[in-house]
């Protein structure tokens, strides 16, 4: 619509028409329109979520996460949950609305993108997510079969978790392992029946190393059953921020403490915490 005669000649307080106003009201309109473009602008951030679990003693997606032979193996009950993240695609950048929001809940993380994915070409990332998990499944059964007392030229073990990547899942893989051909050591399982979890690196030696992004694993570990949670404890600090109630946090360093904490939960012994 087009106004040309007949609009009256309205006068306006000389406090709105000066030009300290004016430059004011200006100034806001450039900050306001900065804020707003900054909100959508991709920012070098990665977002993180709790993410799948799987139980290393069951089947994932369709298929038995551990096949043992050369020796005899057990029958199992209870759950060993190793424990994921999700993030959001390597080079896929946040805005600063999303990266707020996140902030604020719980629930999810901000990362810088370098932190997640050294490697941002996503080809490249899931290959070396790949290799790493490659890498945590041969010196889980190594650091496992070294604490039975078996030797690797005859007990074989094959670890199938699908497209899961990165180098967490090795303790409770290896813990997996044992429980498979061990149990306690008098009979009963390591997980007392119970649904537990747990994440951390391990190395030939059965050291259990720290992995990052334990407060969202905790949370995933809660949603899927668990009630106890493995943890290194170098991560104690970071695992105690918003842990899910009714989930008990122990802490390891190596593969034997971890056995003998869960040998401990079962018995009614002694049993670190965070």
């Known amino acids: 619509m087009c106004l040309d005669a007949g609009v009256p000649d309205v006068k306006l307080p000389p406090a709105l028409t000066a030009p300290r106003t004016r430059a004011l ?36 997606e369709g298929k038995q996460v551990l096949t043992i032979t050369g020796a ?66 041969d010196s889980a059964t190594i650091a496992a079969l070294n604490y039975l007392h078996l030797s690797p030229s005859q007990v074989k073990v094959t670890v199938d978790l699908g497209d899961i990547g990165g180098p967490s899942a090795g303790q409770l893989i290896a813990l997996g392992i044992i429980d498979k051909l061990a149990g306690d050591g008098k009979g009963g399982d390591l997980t007392g029946g119970k649904v537990v979890a747990g994440t951390g690196t391990i190395d030939d030696d059965g050291n259990v190393g720290a992995v990052g992004g334990v407060p969202l694993k905790t949370q995933a570990a809660a949603r899927d059953g668990a009630t106890v949670f493995l943890l290194p404890k170098s991560e104690c600090s970071d695992a105690k921020v918003n842990t899910p109630a009714g989930l008990r946090l122990i802490p390891v360093t190596t593969l034997a403490d971890a056995v003998a904490a869960l040998t401990a939960l079962n018995s009614g012994g002694t049993v670190p915490s965070c």
Do not use: H
């Open 72 to 137: 005899p193996t057990r029958q199992t009950i209870g759950e060993l949950r190793m424990v994921t993240i999700s993030a959001t695609n390597p080079g896929e950048e946040l805005s600063l609305w999303t990266s707020l929001k996140a902030w604020v809940n719980q629930d999810e993380a901000v990362l810088p993108s370098e932190a997640v994915y050294p490697q941002q070409d996503p080809t490249k990332a899931q290959q070396v997510t790949q290799q790493q998990m490659t890498e945590s499944q």
């Open 25 to 60: 009201a200006l100034c806001g309109l450039l900050v306001g329109a900065l804020f707003l473009v900054a909100a959508f602008v991709p920012l070098p951030y990665t977002l993180t979520l709790p993410g799948t679990t799987a139980n290393v003693l069951g089947v994932y």
